[in-house]
C-alpha cells in the first residue's frame, strides 16, 4: 500500500501564495503519476494538476493556469504544489493523489486525507 500526507494547508489573503507538499511512504515503487485534487464546500471534487514519473509532463486544470505550479522529488517521494496569486475561488480541501499508471487517465488508486486552504477576498 501507499500512504500520503499532505502538509502546507492554511489562511491567506487573495494575491497572496501557499505551497502544499505531499509524502509518499510504503510502497512507493508503484508510483508513478502524481497530483492533486481539490473540493470546494457544496463542490464535486474537481482536478486541479498533474506530473508524471519522469516530471517531463504536466498537467492544469484551465481554472489554475499560469498560477499554480507542480513539482516532484522522486529522491525524496515528494510532490509539491507552489499556488501563487490566490483567488477566493481557491479556497477548497486539496487532496494528494497517486497511481501506478504512467499516462493520462482520470483513475487514481491513492489518496491523502486532505488539507485545507482557505483564501480570505
Known amino acids: 500500500q501507499v500512504q500520503l500526507a499532505e502538509s502546507g494547508g492554511g489562511l491567506v489573503q487573495a494575491g497572496e501564495s501557499l505551497r502544499l507538499s505531499c509524502a509518499a511512504s510504503?510502497?512507493?515503487?508503484?508510483?508513478?503519476?502524481v497530483g492533486w485534487f481539490r473540493q470546494a464546500p457544496g463542490k464535486e471534487r474537481e482536478f486541479v494538476a498533474s506530473i508524471n514519473k519522469s516530471g517531463r509532463n504536466t498537467y492544469y486544470a484551465d481554472s489554475v493556469k499560469g498560477r499554480l505550479t507542480i513539482s516532484r522529488d522522486n529522491a525524496k517521494n515528494t510532490v509539491d504544489l507552489q499556488m501563487d496569486s490566490l483567488k477566493s475561488e481557491d479556497t477548497a480541501v486539496y487532496y494528494c493523489?497517486?497511481?501506478?499508471?504512467?499516462?493520462?487517465?482520470?483513475?487514481?488508486?491513492?489518496w491523502g486525507q486532505g488539507t485545507q486552504v482557505t483564501v480570505s477576498s
Open positions: 510504503g510502497l512507493t515503487f508503484n508510483i508513478a503519476r
Open positions: 493523489v497517486a497511481d501506478s499508471r504512467d499516462y493520462q487517465t482520470s483513475i487514481w488508486r491513492y
